[in-house]
């Protein structure tokens, strides 16, 4: 069952309707991928190995579903590491430098705008998020990889 957009414990009707008129087109412009992601609630030092794991459902520049066992509010940032394959390969032949380490993923910054409960016992969550921040090269290499 999906939690609805609350202000101050009151259900406010107009964000609502613009809400879930955001929400389907966002779903729409989904496409089924699985790809590999870390993720965290947003702050400034987050460290890449300290992430929880999951996997994408679905996914598109615009945003994306996931799976998690943890809790976030409505409405949170969250911070993404998108890690798809051969990631370097593909950015590589649209930029004009070089890299010392190899990076295997990009971030993406998304607003969670939806989030399901999963089965009676709360354990098991499943988020829509909205990209809010995308690098414009990564979001060029996410397309032509989908």
């Known amino acids: 069952m999906p939690m609805s957009y609350h202000t101050n414990n009151k259900l406010d009707v107009s964000k609502t309707h ?16 699985v790809i590999p992601i870390r993720f965290n609630c947003y702050k400034v030092a987050d460290s890449f190995k300290d992430m929880s794991k999951s996997k994408t459902i679905t996914v598109s520049s615009a945003g994306l579903t996931f799976l998690s066992t943890r809790a976030f509010e409505l409405g949170s940032l969250i911070r993404i590491y998108v890690e798809l ?22 971030q993406i910054l ?34 032509n990889y989908l």
């Open 18 to 33: 613009k809400m879930n008129g955001l929400i389907e087109k966002l779903e729409s412009s989904l496409t089924s991928k």
């Open 85 to 106: 394959p051969e990631f370097w390969q593909r950015k590589s032949s649209l930029v004009q430098y070089a890299q010392t380490e190899i990076p295997t993923y990009f």
């Open 110 to 143: 998304a607003r969670l705008v939806k989030i399901y409960e999963l089965g009676n016992t709360g354990t098991l969550f499943q988020f829509l998020g909205e990209t809010v921040n995308i690098d414009s090269i990564d979001k060029q290499v996410l397309e």
